[in-house]
């Protein structure tokens, strides 16, 4: 269980949920790990957040535990996206501990009507990725298909040939754009439409800050972009997954403790702004 998720599911704000998948993977599997292993780390923090004036243990938050198909990407995505569709209904805030990048497409179907923003080292903009349609590889491809107000990736550094060829800018911002100046954030609040769900694909940041990913990638953001991207906009948010963390490559358990204290940063800024 998620530190401090103690609250009832009828009565929590916040609803975490794991996905022990990475079928997909192609590099380096092994995200599979990371529900558990994010779990463990959330007790590694004080439940008071300073900046925010909020404690972990005050908020509404239920652990509602993994997904548990896993046999094939299908089986999985089904079985995530009736569980992300109910807590919507419900009017609750899912959070999605995955799991290689491939559920979030899943997850974004569930919602109606949202702009979706990935930060992502990897364009993931392929129509398949060795005969799959829905891989780590083709995720803001499939998110772009459904039925939302559009999808941005922020942090690229990669893309292949192909990609390059079609996607076309303002799909995109490079981490080299990100990494010059803050000028971006403004001009992405403005940019992206209403409320906003927030994939977070781990390689984004440098290695140097997160080995333990499944394709790192040099070149990446600090934990301080998403320092201030959360804070400016946590209080748009409808749900966020965190994915691709690989636990086996992780180095002193570095990224894993990035992750969950992401988490943390996410609900210290919704709970601490909202209560002012
Ligand atoms: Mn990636
Ligand atoms: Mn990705």
């Known amino acids: 269980m998620f530190a401090g998720a103690r609250c009832e599911y009828h009565e929590a704000d916040y609803v975490i949920i794991g996905v022990p998948f990475d079928l997909t993977s192609t590099f380096r599997a092994g995200s599979a790990m990371a529900p558990d292993e ?10 008071y957040m300073m900046e925010y004036g909020v404690s972990i243990s005050d908020m509404k938050i239920h652990d509602l535990g993994d997904v548990t198909s896993s046999d094939t990407v299908k089986s999985m995505g089904e079985e995530l996206y009736q569980i992300v569709n109910k807590v919507v209904n419900d009017d609750k805030f899912p959070i999605v501990i995955g799991g290689d990048h491939s559920i979030s497409p899943y997850i974004v179907s569930a919602f109606e009507d949202v702009s979706v923003l990935i930060l992502d080292a990897h364009l993931d903009f392929r129509d398949s990725y060795e005969e799959m349609k829905n891989s780590h590889a083709t995720v803001s491809k499939r998110i772009s298909e459904l039925n939302n107000k559009g999808v941005k990736v922020c942090g690229v550094r990669s893309m292949s040939q192909d990609e390059s060829n079609f996607a076309k800018k303002p799909l995109f911002l490079t981490s080299h754009e990100m990494l010059e100046t803050d000028d971006f954030l403004d001009e992405l609040m ?14 984004v940041f440098d290695p140097c800050y997160a080995p333990g990913v499944g394709n790192p990638e040099p070149y990446g953001l600090t934990p301080v972009h998403y320092k201030k991207l959360i804070s400016m906009l946590s209080p748009r948010l409808v749900g966020m997954d965190i994915v691709e963390l ?14 969950t204290k992401m988490i943390y940063d996410l609900l210290g800024s919704r709970e601490g702004r909202f209560k002012e």
Not at 38 to 47: A, G, L, T, V
Not at 246 to 259: E, F, H
């Open 38 to 47: 994010i779990r463990q780390m959330s007790y590694c923090f004080e439940p």
């Open 190 to 203: 403005e940019n992206i439409e209403g409320d906003v769900y927030l994939s977070i694909d781990m390689d």
């Open 246 to 259: 690989c636990p086996r490559y992780d180095n002193g358990g570095i990224t894993t403790n990035l992750a």
